[in-house]
C-alpha cells in the first residue's frame, strides 16, 4: 500500500492511496470461492457450481463489496501510518479501479489542529462572592407565596398589581388596526407585557370604565407599518381583582413536602435551596469566565465537521426542548446560523480542555465525583437510590466524571491565573451574566 498525502488548506487533508492489485484480486478470488460453496444456481449441484460461472453472475458485486470493504481497511491504516488524527468522516473518491491493476482512492478529511497553549499566569478573573442575608430569604419567601396566590375580584380602582379583564381595540389615525382587538384579555398592571403606557393607562380604572390609552409604539416595534405611531386603544374594564397571598401555616408549609410544619423550618429549607442555587450559579460563572478568557488567549483552528456535529446536536436539543422527545419536527429545518457561533465556542472549548487534561495528566478525582453525585441526590426524596442508579450505569456515571474533570480542569487554570474576589449582592450572584430581553406574551395587538 502506498500512502502520500496533501494540506490542501489549513487542517484539511487529501491523502492519496494505492492498493496493490494482488490483494484486491485476492479478495475477490476468496470471496467467489466461499460464494460457490454456497450458491445455488439450477444445473448444479450445490458446492460444484464452477468458478467462472459464480464469478460471471456475481463477480461484479464481489468486487465492489471488497472495494468498499479495502477502502475501510486501508483507509484506518494509512492515517495510522501517517500519525494522522481525522476530525470527522473522510470523502472517497475513487480514482483508478480497473480489474488487474492497482486501485486508487483518494480521502479528504480535516485532521484535529495542533494546540500549544499560552501562558495563563497574566490572565485576571474576578471571582464573585456572595452571601444569603434576611432579607434575600424575606424576598424568596414572598416570591413563593406569589406563586401559591390566589386572585379575589374587588370594587376599587385598579393599581399597580392587580389583575385586570380587558376588552380593547387599537387605532391609528382614528382607524382600527389588524392585530390591535382582543377580548377578555387577563393583564396583571405592572407586569411589562405590553408596550409602554399601556399598563399604566389602566391603573386608576375600576370594573365597568370605558376609557382611551393613548400610547406611542416603540421605534424598534416587530410591525414595521406601527413604528413610532402613535395609538389610542379603547379600554373596557370587565373587572379588578387583588392578590391574595396565602398565610405562612401549615397548608401553605405542606405543599413544600416538609417533614416539620413549622415557619423556621420552612425557613431553613428555603434557604438550604437557595444556597444550594447561589453556590450553583457562582460556580457556572466562574467557569464561563475562565473558559472565555481561555478562548482569548488561545487561538484554536476549529474543523468544520465538529462544528457541524455540534450544530446537529444541538437542533435536536432544541427540537427535544421545545416539541417534545416525541417531536415529529425535523430539527435539520432549524436555521444553521441560529446554533454556529455557539457551537464553535463549545468545540473550541472542548479542544483546550482535551489539552490541559492531556499535558497535565488530569483524571477525575473519585472523592469529588462521590461529592458531585451526593449533591446532585440530595434534593430527590431517596438519595441513596439516586445515588446507586448513577454507579451502577457506566454511561451516566462517565457523564459525572466528565463534569468533575472539567472543573478540575477550572481548578488548576484558576491556580495559574490572577483571581481577585470580588463580593456581591445574592441578586446580582444569581441573575445571568447577560439576561435575554424579556420574551413579550401579549396579544399581536400590543406585544
Known amino acids: 500500500m502506498q500512502v502520500s498525502v496533501e494540506t490542501t488548506s489549513g487542517l484539511e487533508r487529501l491523502m492519496t492511496v494505492s492498493v496493490p492489485a494482488e490483494r484486491i484480486d485476492q479478495d475477490v478470488n476468496k470471496r467467489i470461492q466461499q460464494t460457490a460453496r454456497n450458491v445455488r444456481i439450477d444445473g448444479f449441484r450445490p458446492g460444484k457450481v464452477p468458478m ?20 475501510q481497511e486501508t483507509f484506518y491504516a494509512a492515517v495510522q501510518q501517517e500519525q494522522l488524527n481525522p476530525a470527522g468522516g ?4 475513487v480514482k483508478k479501479e480497473v480489474e488487474g491493476e492497482d486501485f486508487e482512492y483518494t480521502a479528504t478529511f480535516e485532521v484535529y489542529p495542533e494546540i500549544s497553549l499560552a501562558d495563563f499566569s497574566a490572565v485576571s478573573i474576578e471571582k464573585k462572592t456572595a452571601e444569603i442575608a434576611d432579607a434575600d430569604l424575606d424576598t424568596m419567601i414572598e416570591t413563593l407565596r406569589k406563586q401559591q396566590a390566589t ?6 380602582a385598579a393599581a399597580d398589581g392587580d389583575r385586570v379583564k380587558i376588552d380593547f381595540e387599537g387605532f391609528v389615525d382614528g382607524e382600527a388596526f389588524e ?6 384579555m387577563d393583564l396583571v398592571l405592572g407586569s411589562g407585557r405590553m408596550i409602554p403606557g399601556f ?9 365597568g370604565a370605558e376609557i382611551d390609552v393613548n400610547v406611542t409604539f416603540p421605534e424598534e416595534y416587530q410591525a414595521e407599518h406601527l413604528q413610532g405611531k402613535a395609538a389610542t386603544f379603547k379600554v373596557t374594564v370587565k373587572s379588578v381583582s387583588e392578590q391574595k397571598l396565602p398565610e405562612l401555616n ?12 413549622t415557619e423556621e423550618a420552612f425557613r431553613a429549607e428555603v434557604r438550604k435551596n437557595m444556597s444550594r442555587e447561589l453556590k450553583q450559579a457562582l460556580k457556572m460563572k466562574l467557569k464561563d469566565q475562565v473558559f472565555s478568557k481561555l478562548i482569548d488567549v488561545n487561538s484554536v483552528d476549529v474543523p468544520a465537521a465538529l462544528i457541524d456535529r455540534e450544530i446537529d446536536a444541538q437542533r435536536r436539543q432544541a427540537v427535544e426542548q421545545f416539541g417534545g422527545a416525541n417531536s415529529k419536527m425535523d430539527p435539520n429545518s432549524l436555521p444553521k446560523e441560529l446554533f454556529s457561533a455557539q457551537a464553535e465556542r463549545r468545540v473550541s472549548i472542548g479542544l483546550l480542555l482535551q489539552e490541559v487534561i492531556k499535558l497535565n495528566k488530569l483524571e477525575a478525582d473519585e472523592s469529588r465525583v462521590r461529592e458531585t453525585l451526593e449533591e446532585m441526590a440530595e434534593t430527590y426524596q ?8 448513577y454507579m451502577n450505569n457506566k454511561e451516566m456515571l ?23 474576589e470580588v463580593t456581591v449582592s445574592y441578586e446580582d450572584a444569581i441573575k445571568p451574566e447577560q439576561p435575554a430581553p424579556a420574551a413579550k406574551e401579549e396579544t399581536e395587538a400590543a406585544e
Do not use: M, N
Open 398 to 420: 462517565d457523564q459525572i466524571k466528565g463534569l468533575v474533570l472539567e472543573d478540575q480542569v477550572v481548578d488548576h487554570l484558576l491556580s495559574q491565573a490572577q483571581v481577585t
Open 199 to 207: 399598563e399604566e393607562g389602566i391603573v386608576g380604572a375600576a370594573t
Open 250 to 261: 401549615d397548608e401553605f408549609f405542606g405543599k413544600f413536602g416538609l417533614d416539620e410544619l
Open 151 to 156: 386572585w379575589v375580584e374587588t370594587d376599587r
Open 52 to 71: 467462472k460461472v459464480v464469478k460471471q453472475r456475481y463477480g461484479k458485486g464481489i468486487r465492489e463489496e471488497v472495494l468498499s470493504q479495502v477502502v
Open 90 to 93: 473522510p470523502t472517497i473518491d
Open 179 to 184: 392585530g390591535g382587538k382582543a377580548e377578555g
Open 382 to 389: 431517596d438519595p441513596q437510590q439516586v445515588i446507586d442508579w
